[in-house]
């Protein structure tokens, strides 16, 4: 078999057939439009959106450029999980995604210009920037446009863009191998659902091989602010009562309210590394808990440039942690605060770990497992 002909192989698409209109849990859906692919190439796949108008973010998109054939199913899911880190976000911010998994993610400190918020979340993990799908809750600038395009990006999505940064978007004399960029243009990320008192009626749906389904409620979070991570402590019953003896400062507390944002839509295991508004790394879909810190930590080391040593950054675990090696991974590279859920049978050794280390750790009363 020829090289042309495996090509030809994989970019043969099986044509689907998508009504105009379906029902599903009693709720009237509109057809958007037939996507360039599903998950995969073979894939056929369309994009639906519902008829009553409600809470529309991705659902109200509209496509400023559509490159040489338009959106697939991965770009639209990563938008998806972009606006769920961003939605968060006060501050401007940026979320460069691939495959459903920010590469790198960062929030404006000080007065920094969204082209460095931008730099800073490509940089996290520039390897993996590599045809991805970068979002932003700001309008897009000139000098931003001009840097994205630097680089080989599938699609950029913003609630804005300036004219001079559409300008720049198109300008394929000077950006040739970047001609088929996607520009989108979405909602207010804002309007979303995000904490646990937000009322909405949206429900989670999983569709497994066979055709049965999984409904659920979305996750919203009860972390409003800093002001919500608790100082971990533990009452065990042979061994006492053990309080966390360091509390974050107030750029730790930042920096992991910002973690713990991101992993929300990281998926599980996740650990993220971070620190001044910037993720260091994004450890995701490891089975154990250690071996997530691991990975980001090894992440944060080999891929981001500069990073020798993780001297006071901070750790998000999306679930507790059943032993102490997690804490000791993360603490022996200079992770000097945590947070995590809480609630293991070992966070009395979890929390004498920290002591050990002068480790801050606060706990969140939730965990934020995503299995998407």
């Not at 009504?19 to 859906?29: L, Q």
């Not at 950029?156 to 001609?179: C, G, H, I, Q, S």
């Not at 992440?299 to 032993?323: C, W």
Request: aromatic share 8%; glycine share 8%.
């Amino acid at each position: 078999m020829s090289g042309d002909d495996l090509k030809q192989m994989y970019r043969t698409r099986t044509e689907g057939d998508f009504p105009d209109r379906i029902e599903v849990i009693g709720r009237a859906y509109a057809k958007v439009e037939d996507l360039r692919y599903g998950t995969n190439p073979h894939q056929p796949a369309a994009f639906y959106r519902p008829e009553d108008g409600r809470s529309l973010v991705l659902g109200a998109y509209e496509i400023l450029k559509t490159g040489k054939s338009g959106l697939s199913q991965t770009n639209i899911e990563d938008m998806h999980h972009a606006c769920g880190i961003l939605k968060y976000m006060t501050q401007p911010a940026c979320a460069v995604m691939k495959h459903c998994n920010p590469s790198g993610v960062a929030v404006q400190r000080g007065d920094m210009p969204l082209v460095e918020v931008y730099r800073r979340a490509r940089d996290a993990d520039a390897q993996a920037a590599f045809g991805s799908v970068v979002v932003f809750n700001r309008e897009l600038d000139a000098a931003t446009a001009e840097e994205i395009m630097q680089s080989i990006v599938e699609g950029v999505a913003a609630p804005a863009f300036a004219a001079e940064a559409l300008d720049t978007l198109n300008d394929f004399e000077r950006f040739r191998r970047n001609k088929q960029i996607r520009v989108i243009k979405l909602p207010d990320m804002a309007v979303l659902p995000k904490f646990v008192d937000d009322g909405t009626d949206t429900l989670e749906m999983k569709v497994f091989d066979d055709g049965s389904i999984i409904l659920a409620k979305p996750y919203l979070s009860r972390i409003r602010s800093v002001a919500d991570l608790m100082p971990a402590y533990n009452d065990h019953k042979s061994k006492g009562r053990i309080d966390i003896a360091r509390t974050p400062d107030a750029r730790e507390l930042d920096d992991l309210l910002f973690a713990w944002y991101v992993n929300i839509h990281v998926r599980s295991n996740g650990c993220i590394v971070a620190k001044n508004g910037q993720t260091l790394a994004v450890g995701t879909g490891e089975q154990d808990r250690v071996g997530a810190v691991q990975q980001a930590v090894a992440k944060a080391k080999a891929k981001y440039k500069g990073v020798e040593t993780l001297d006071g950054a901070v750790l998000a675990s999306d679930g507790f942690f059943p032993f102490r090696d997690g804490v000791d991974a993360a603490t022996s590279e200079g992770v000097t605060a945590i947070v995590q859920p809480g609630g293991s049978v070992s966070d009395y050794d979890v929390i004498a770990a920290c002591n050990e280390s002068n480790t801050a750790m606060v706990f969140t009363g939730e965990r934020c497992f995503s299995h998407h």
